[in-house]
Nanobody, 119 residues
Framework: QVQLVESGGGLVQPGGSLRLSCAAS????????MAWYRQVPGNQRELVAS???????NYADSVKGRFTISRDIAKNTMYLQMNSLKPEDTAVYLC?????????????WGQGTQVTVSS
């Protein structure tokens, strides 16, 4: 059974930094495309960053140069380092991955971690 557990969210002042973690079980983070999304109530989920099986990364324009996605194979954990945070980064951040097997396509989500950027 695939499980994704996020941690690391919190309250931070504008310009500050946070590092989010997504601990995975039931899948291997280096074998799957892993992604971070964020959601503000009333809005659609927004793709923030992704890291593919081969290590290629992709970022939303709004976070390029400020956020870095990475993974630790030994810990089977994905990270999102967020620097120079802005109030508009406030959202629930969710970890995501998907799997294709003989039974079909499956998408998995963590429970989310709240990030609030405010003075």
């Amino acid at each position: 059974q695939v499980q994704l557990v996020e941690s690391g969210g919190g309250l931070v002042q504008p310009g500050g930094s946070l590092r989010l973690s997504c601990a995975a079980s039931g899948i291997i983070v280096s074998y799957n495309t892993m992604a971070w999304y964020r959601q503000v109530p009333g809005n659609q989920r927004e793709l923030v960053a992704s890291i593919a099986r081969g290590g290629r990364t992709n970022y939303a324009d709004s976070v390029k140069g400020r956020f870095t996605i990475s993974r630790d194979i030994a810990k089977n954990t994905m990270y999102l380092q967020m620097n120079s945070l802005k109030p508009e980064d406030t959202a629930v951040y969710l970890c995501n991955t998907n799997e294709v097997n003989s039974y079909g396509y499956y998408e998995y989500w963590g429970q989310g971690t709240q990030v609030t950027v405010s003075s």
